[in-house]
């Protein structure tokens, strides 16, 4: 049943392809106004969700509703308050201005100043007159979503919404984005992989995996539970061992023969540990404090969920 309280809603969605079950009982909730990052590994099953929502494909079981509507392709009035962008699709022989006139007839917009207020917000007004075909990649991802803004959609739909930008092209996306959750009440929905920019950005994170929602969490909780380890390394690795044995430190040995630390006091103080090792007549020849990346996260989370079902 829908909930008109919910921009986004997606109910117990199954879809197969072939012997690939990409979506299992997948269901989340997304409010008026949110951030939702939307976090998986590739083949997680971020795009078929999107393309679900968008219309483009059905589900074999399960509902999907935007603004408390059920999604059908054929609900017109329901895509005119929905941009996305999936993949930068442009014509390439036409300019940024004519490419943005088609858009705004197919969304049936009667106001022409909307192309200038959407090439002023995402930086393309200098390019207006310029091929499709000869933008940079990262502008070619500007004219997407300027196409995706210029109906100013309630529902915003970004997958990878910043791949191919320079750092300074991130951040103008990224502060666009949170002005129009901040200022319009615009909900925004973006995949990516990346957990570092979606931490920045989103207001909470659903975390997909092999079609499954794995757990959904604030953003800035996210990532402090991504642990840290210390990696230290000498010539005399049976001494290294010995040594820390014997400074009270557990530890594990790593596939490279390294000893590996999650102990706090060895993350936080590298520099004691080196300290004990000199004076005991093994100075490091590595030590690398390193927080795991988004597939390490992962695979410790998955091998916890399987660990507590086994």
Known sequence: ???????????????????????DDLSLHVGYGEIYGFLGLNGAGKS??????????????????????????????LWRKIGYLEEVAFYPDLTVAENLEIARRMQD?????????????LKLTPYINRKA???????????????????D??????????????PAGIVEI???????????GVTVFMSSHLLEELSKLATRVGIIHEGRLLEEVEADQLERELESFLILDAKDREALRRTLTEGGYEFKIDPQGRARLTDERAVQSPEILSELLVRAGQPPTKV??????????FLRKIS???????
Do not use: W
């Open 1 to 23: 049943m829908s909930d008109s309280s919910m921009a986004i809603q997606i109910e117990g969605v199954y879809k197969r392809f072939g012997d690939c079950l990409a979506l």
């Open 48 to 77: 078929t969700t999107i393309k679900m929502l968008l219309g483009m494909i059905r589900p074999d079981a399960g509902d999907l509703y935007l603004t408390g509507e059920a999604v059908d392709a054929g609900n017109y009035a």
């Open 109 to 121: 917009i009667s106001d022409k100043a909307a192309i200038s207020r959407v090439t002023d917000q």
């Open 133 to 151: 075909k000869h933008l940079s990649f990262g502008n070619k991802q500007r004219l997407g979503l300027a196409k995706a803004l210029i109906h």
């Open 153 to 166: 959609p309630r529902i915003l739909i970004l997958d990878e919404p910043i791949n191919g930008l320079d």
């Open 174 to 184: 990224r502060e666009l984005i949170r002005g129009l959750a901040a200022d319009k």
């Open 288 to 297: 690398d404090v390193i927080t795991e990346n988004l597939e390490s996260y």
């Open 304 to 310: 916890g969920k399987a660990e507590a079902r086994s």
